[in-house]
């Protein structure tokens, strides 16, 4: 396990931050942690550990939610993802909820002859969003085939908003949530009403409290990051409590050498840089295989012992170069923060996003699931 890049997880945040998820919420209301691509690159067993109170779990892939069953989590966990139908019987065995929309796997569920147990079904109905999900027109047929096979147990219904969180106009995410409730009528007249009901992403869980239903099912903002700046504004125009999120991630490496180039000398591939001065320059041991995006050349910063080093050059494979030059007390091998804080100084993940020219989510889930996440 190298310890030239890691990441660091603040052991307190998350619970704090699924405190603030479930404020605006009725005590009813469970929680399903989304912890979906090694909890946004957080890492998913840290992350599971680190959420005592989330009453569930949810992940894309069988692989995800075998993973968490091998490492002894025995709360309820959702795939969100499709599952091949040849692997649905694995799923079922390790008591894992299914993300229903297709009847091919209701058929293949139904044929199964050794099933430990009925499947637990969570039928997902496309109001709007154009990706997963039953067409609305086709819901009451397709509960009816639920329904009638004996290897299937309808455990619960969900949607998902499409423009909910980057947006201060939330007509098309009322329309879906008009479009849901017509659903649920659907349903409570064909095979009645499951006991979950999700819809609430952390946008709709903090701006729409009729998105709750039975189970918020966040993700985003258990990790202390704001889905959106329109997320954070429509929250602040609602009044009342604005919840203070916690970033729980800091990614950090070593400077692994530090030398002394010519002015005019050029830095990395291509030579898309060249020094004005003489420059005192390090080197990191990070790149774009771990995560560090290759845009970012150029335009980021890191912090050293609280003080900014701007990247130079090209971000590489595996090493990426900084100007160290108003940094002089930089050693060899000192700690350097890539993400999170140092001293009065702060490199948020939406920063990193706008050097890269994407969004917090992709920043912080792209981290190499490769590298150490440590609890603080």
């Known amino acids: 396990m190298s310890s030239l890049v890691w990441v660091e997880l603040d052991r307190a945040a998350p619970e704090h931050n699924l405190r603030q998820l479930r404020a605006g919420a009725d005590p009813g209301v469970i ?75 209701i058929a293949r569920l139904s044929s199964c002859s050794s099933l430990p147990r009925p499947a637990r079904i969570h039928v997902k109905v496309d109001t709007g969003t154009a990706r997963q999900g039953v067409m609305p027109e086709e819901l009451e047929d397709f509960l009816l085939l639920v329904k009638r096979s004996r290897n299937c147990a309808l455990e619960g219904i969900s949607t998902h908003y499409a423009n909910i969180e980057d947006t201060l106009n939330h007509d098309y995410a009322e329309l879906q949530m008009a479009r849901f ?7 409570d007249r064909t095979v009645g009403r499951p006991p979950f009901i999700h819809t609430a992403c952390t946008a709709a869980a903090l701006l729409f409290t009729s998105t709750h239903f039975t189970m918020l099912r966040s993700g985003i903002g258990l990790y202390g990051l704001w889905p959106s700046r329109e997320t954070l504004l429509a929250a602040r125009e609602k009044g009342g409590s604005v919840p203070e999120f916690r970033p729980v991630l800091t990614w950090k490496t070593r400077i692994v050498q530090i030398k002394t180039i010519p002015e005019g000398s050029c830095v990395g591939y291509g030579c898309s840089y060249k020094t004005m001065r003489v420059t005192t320059l390090g080197v990191l041991p990070v790149g774009y295989a771990d995560g560090y995006d290759r845009a970012m050349g150029n335009r980021a910063h890191v912090l050293i012992r609280g003080r900014r080093a701007p990247v130079i050059g090209r971000i590489c494979m595996n090493l990426c170069m900084v100007d160290l030059t108003d940094v002089p007390v930089a050693k060899l091998e000192d700690e350097v923060v890539l993400l999170g804080k140092s001293g009065e100084e702060r490199i948020s993940a939406e920063t990193m996003a706008e050097w890269s020219g994407t969004i917090n989510y992709e920043t912080v889930t792209r981290i190499s699931p490769l590298l150490p996440r440590k609890v603080l």
């Open 181 to 187: 409730a017509s659903a649920l009528d659907v349903v």
């Open 31 to 105: 929680a399903c942690a989304v912890i979906k691509s090694n909890a946004y690159g957080h890492g998913a067993a840290e992350i599971a550990s680190l959420l005592p109170s989330a009453e569930w779990f949810g992940v894309n892939s069988l692989d995800e939610g075998l993973e968490l069953r091998r490492r002894g989590i025995t709360r309820p966990i959702i795939l969100l993802g499709h599952v091949a139908l040849g692997e649905l019987e694995a799923a079922v065995e390790a008591d894992l909820g299914l993300t229903v929309y297709n009847r091919e796997t």
